[in-house]
């Protein structure tokens, strides 16, 4: 097994819990442009999607005119309840806190507003534990695309990196970035579908990283 010298991370579902701020925004958007609710369930499964094509998935609207109009709605809400109630996935701070204490680089690259995780691990207290941030404001072309990976890889200056996601676009994202990958099924990518990817290992909880 390799000797990793950086570990980059998916953020929804790999890391951290944001459903609830996510479905009430999304709603709250909906409903100000006096379209149909989602359910609970379309929107949990446009997590980790960009908003604009969420969506365009979730209502058939492509426009532009659209996905701006939602986007603006769902920042208006998102800016009040997103940091307060995102928490960490299981012992994802146990882990993030051991890796940096084993002196490895520690980074992520989602498809989320990169300072709104920033502003959420300062909520938490433990903005330390994070090297790096890419999000959707630091790159033109989102996961799978692996611009955003490339970044980070180029910013740690590192040598061994792997990716970690729970997402089959994180899989995508690290085949054609060309790096390791560890799927975990804490999110709405099956196991089935991620090991159908080139991976290191799909684990059912991320403490089980350590032992790579």
């Known amino acids: 097994m390799k000797n990793y010298d950086a570990y980059i991370f998916d953020f929804d579902y790999t890391l951290?819990?944001?459903?609830?701020?996510?479905?009430?925004s999304f709603t709250y958007a909906l409903e100000k442009m006096n379209l149909k609710k989602a359910t609970r369930q379309d929107i949990i499964n446009t997590i980790g999607i960009p908003i604009g094509e969420s969506y365009t998935i979730l209502t058939?609207?492509?426009?532009?005119?659209?996905?701006n109009l939602f986007k603006k709605y769902q920042k208006e809400k998102s800016d009040k309840i997103t940091v307060p109630n995102t928490v960490f996935i299981g012992g994802a701070r146990n882990v993030l806190e051991t890796l940096k204490n084993r002196g490895k680089k520690v980074g992520i690259v989602?498809?989320?507003?990169?300072?709104?995780?920033?502003?959420?691990?300062e909520n938490l207290g433990c903005r330390e534990l994070i090297d790096f941030i890419i999000g959707t404001e630091h790159v033109e072309n989102y996961?799978?695309?692996?611009?955003?990976?490339?970044?980070?890889?180029?910013m740690m200056k590192c040598e061994s990196p792997i990716y970690i996601g729970d997402s089959y676009i994180d899989a995508k994202a690290a085949q054609n970035a060309?790096?390791?990958?560890v799927g975990v099924t804490t999110g709405t990518t099956s196991r089935k579908n991620l090991e159908s990817y080139p991976h290191v290992a799909v684990l059912d909880n991320l403490?089980?990283?350590?032992?790579?």
């Open 16 to 24: 951290a819990d944001a459903t609830d701020p996510v479905v009430d």
């Open 60 to 67: 058939g609207d492509d426009s532009e005119e659209g996905i």
């Open 110 to 121: 989602s498809s989320r507003w990169g300072q709104r995780i920033n502003d959420v691990f």
């Open 143 to 154: 996961k799978p695309n692996p611009e955003g990976l490339f970044k980070m890889i180029e």
């Open 178 to 181: 060309n790096i390791d990958f």
């Open 207 to 212: 403490e089980e990283l350590l032992e790579i």
